[in-house]
């Protein structure tokens, strides 16, 4: 089952997150075979792409002759105690991770989650790094594009997945209020009893969702995981066709 690109032509990726990954893919895989990943992309030649921590591994089928390739993208994972950081962050502060989950997170986020060495997106610090089966490696081949490419969508339909890259499992996330400092971030039935619950998507209607990003951001969370409940506690990989893409774009 191929992945089928949601842009036909333009610009990949919608929210902040994904466009942001993607420049900064450009800038430090350089934009050799970029456009060949971009036609192969867009014509359905990725066919699965999976995420693990540090890994986003997967199969293209080769444009000329037909065979596949399995070109893998690197990044993080973050350390033991950076994860631990960024759930402490979470803890006290929700706002940047639950954005990621609304697809609202912006730079003023990443600024921010920067400030304290926690970052999420590419950089220097924490580079991108490839590979291929194919024969033009070490150099970036259009099957690396084609999965960098449609992995970008990926992190709009499934952020949390961008997390699970990082390192950083949902589960792990106990978007509770933490001792009595103050916050008024809460989810639970009862606010004044110290719970340690866990990243519940049944209760992300609660009201620090709507408190955090607004109420039609929660709305879209709620939806995001009432789709990801349907599909069997995953968030959908795949999305249904559009039509065929003309693959001709240049720029
Ligand atoms: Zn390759």
Known sequence: MNIEMTSKRGAIGESFLAREFLARAEVQLGRTKLAAGRRLARAGAVEWLDVTAGHVKGEVTAAIDGTLTHPQLDFGPRGGNDIDALIARATRDPHEILAVFAGTYDIADERELESEGLALLPSA???????????????????????????????????????????????????????????????????????????????????????????????????????????????????????????????
């Open 125 to 251: 610090e924490l580079p991108l790094s490839f590979g291929c089966t194919c024969l033009r490696w070490p150099d970036v081949c259009e099957h690396v594009w084609a999965l960098t490419l449609a992995f970008t969508e990926h992190i709009d339909r499934a952020p949390a997945d961008y997390l699970a890259l990082l390192g950083l499992d949902v589960e792990q996330l106990h978007l509770t209020e933490g001792e009595s400092d103050g916050s008024s971030a809460t989810v639970g039935p009862d606010p004044h009893v110290e719970t340690r619950t866990r990243f519940d998507p049944a209760r992300l209607e609660s009201e620090i969702l709507v408190r955090a990003m607004g109420e039609e951001a929660a709305a879209l969370i709620a939806a995001f995981y009432a789709e990801a409940k349907r599909e069997g506690g995953t968030p959908p990989t795949e999305t249904k066709g559009q039509g065929p893409g003309d693959g001709s774009r240049t720029d």
